[in-house]
Structure formats: C-alpha cells, structure tokens
C-alpha cells in the first residue's frame, strides 16, 4: 500500500456523533483533503493498526521512510514552478443512489447532489487538483490534490488552504485510449438514465491508487473516507494551456462498518450513509425488484462489503497565487 507523508499530529479525520444539524463552516469544511495509505483516528486508526501500516514521519519538512515527493521547483516554498491548476466546479455522485424513508421509499440522489451544488456554488468547497504541469504530451506528471482557498469572480483565484496539507501523487497521461476506472460489476445499469460513472477521452489520465478524504461536501455531513480509490479526467483540449479537466471521476470503496459512521443530516432530516445504500439499510423501492449497490471488498484479506462510490466532476482552471 503506498505510503505518503503528512505533517506530523495532523488530525485528518474527525467524526461528529450527534445526528443534529450543524453549523455551516463545522469540521468538514476546515479538514484539507488528504489522500494518503492509511489516517489516524476512530474507524480510521483501527483499519490502519489491523493492516500494520500505520505512517510514521521522519521530520516536519521530510518523507516517510522509503517514500520521495515527486517534485520539482522551488525547493524553499515547495511549490513546483509552471504548474496548472483546476477547481472542481461540478461535483456529483452518480453511483450508488440513495435511497430514504419518507412516508414512501424516495430516491434522494438529487437531494445529496442539489445541496454538493449549492455548497460548490457558494465557495464552501474548492478542491483543487495541481498538475505539474498539465501536459498530455508527457507519460507521467507530478500532481497534488488540495483544499484550496479561492477568491474573486467565479472563485478563479486559488491557494492552498493550508500549504502544509497536500496530496502528492502521480498522474499517467494515456492518448490513444480512454481512461475507465469502473471497477467490473459495481455499477447499477438500472441509473443510466440519470447519469453514469465518467470514461474519459483521450487525451487523459488515471492516477495511482490509494486512500481518499474527501473534505466535508455538505456541511451537515462529515468528511468522506474513499479507500483503493483512483481518479480519471480528460484533458480539454490536446495542447497546452488547457483551461480545463473535463469528464472527471473519483472512484472509492467505503466498507459498511465507516458507511455506518458516516452520520448528519440531509435537509433537516437524519442521515446515514449505510442506512440510504439499497442492499445495506437503505430502504426497498419495490419489493417485487430490490435493488443491491453493496459491493465485495476490494481487499482480498477482507471478507467485509461495502459500496463503490463513483463521483462525476468537471474541473475550471484558476489563476494560481503563491
């Protein structure tokens, strides 16, 4: 499992265990997204002791052992030079649906997006994907993943929220093929009509697997914990600048047993993450044809299901300030 550094005592998840509604600008909102091997805390920290991969850091400015940053520029402010960087713009679920109680069975997947929506449009969110630099033309390319802090007309000037939270990692250009990152059988083929996990174009990339933390999407729910997750997008145009990430796709499994953890609420009503996936607690639409969006683990030492989380996206580029 690859391994990589973050500052050191860095708390990279918390979890509110009350079901009450919570204020706009609470704990999701203020975590930097992180994308790493394993996290410390709760659910989190007995996943990563039962694994026997817990990270350690040497230093505040060094690498886990046997781990390097990919990197190049300005080793005093650690910011590669000439990079290119994109705010998610458009950020949505499309598998699994979610399903909720509400004198009836509904189907309360535009609720869930509607309200990523509304916090995106506002600037509540801006997560920031930098390339280093954003060139199809090259095989590999250096990339971070950040919550950023934006400002200005269309949020089209961005910084690092905290520079000291970052996600390095490598993107893999491919130009002659798409860039599918669907994992066999756990895609519902009964929500095409709403929408479907993103396979992107060429000119694309995929990025390497590994743990993801999403920032909190709806402030009235907590962070999101994606694990063997890996990100695709298509690059819009073949040639340099780009000014934008199109047909974009976070995809990660969430086990039942962080799903049931995953607690807020949704529109002033409860809400768990395990409680509205069919085939989990969610509820049965139509009991003459249930629906199932659990998934196998994709760990093979884990016998435990959970769900495979597809998340859409589009990408604007942004002017980036140091």
Avoid at 94 to 113: K, Q
Avoid at 187 to 207: K, L, Q, R, S, W
Avoid at 251 to 266: H, I, N, R
Avoid at 269 to 291: M, N, S
Wanted: aromatic share 8%; charged share 20%.
């Amino acid at each position: 499992m690859k391994r990589w550094w973050v500052r050191p005592g860095a708390r990279v998840v918390t979890r509110e265990r009350s079901l009450g509604r919570r204020a706009r600008g609470g704990h999701g909102v203020a975590l930097a997204l992180l994308f790493a091997g394993c996290y410390r805390g709760d659910f989190l920290d007995q996943a990563c002791d039962r694994k026997g991969t817990c990270l350690t850091s040497t230093s505040e400015t060094g690498t886990s052992t046997g781990e390097t940053e990919a990197s190049t520029g300005d080793a005093s402010t650690g910011e590669p030079a000439g990079v290119d960087v994109y705010r998610m713009t458009q950020i949505e679920v499309v598998d699994p649906h979610f399903f909720y109680e509400l004198g009836e069975c509904l189907d309360a997947s535009d609720v869930f997006n509607n309200a990523i929506a509304n916090e995106v449009a506002a600037g509540t969110i801006h997560v920031l994907l930098i390339l280093d630099p954003a060139d199809p033309s090259l095989a590999q390319v250096p990339m971070r993943i950040a919550e950023g802090a934006c400002v200005g007309a269309g949020f089209a000037s961005c910084s690092y929220k905290d520079p000291t939270l970052y996600v390095p990692t490598i993107a893999t250009n491919v130009t002659a093929s798409t860039c599918d990152v669907q994992i066999p059988g756990t895609v519902n083929p009964i929500y095409a009509e709403d929408g479907t996990p993103n396979i992107a174009g060429p000119p694309c990339f995929t990025t390497q697997r590994g743990a993801v933390v999403l920032p909190s999407l709806v402030p009235t729910l907590p962070p999101i914990v994606l694990y063997d997750a890996q990100l695709a997008a298509a690059y819009a145009s073949p040639e340099r600048p780009i000014d934008g990430l199109v047909t974009g796709v976070l995809t990660g499994f969430v086990p039942e047993s962080y799903a049931l953890q995953f607690m807020g609420d949704l529109e002033g009503l409860p809400f768990t993450l395990w409680e509205a996936i069919a085939g989990g607690g969610g509820c049965i639409k139509d009991p003459d044809a249930p629906i199932d969006d659990t998934d196998p683990n994709p760990d093979p030492g884990s016998r435990e299901r959970g769900v495979q989380v597809y998340i859409n996206f589009v990408a604007e580029r942004v002017e980036w300030i140091e």
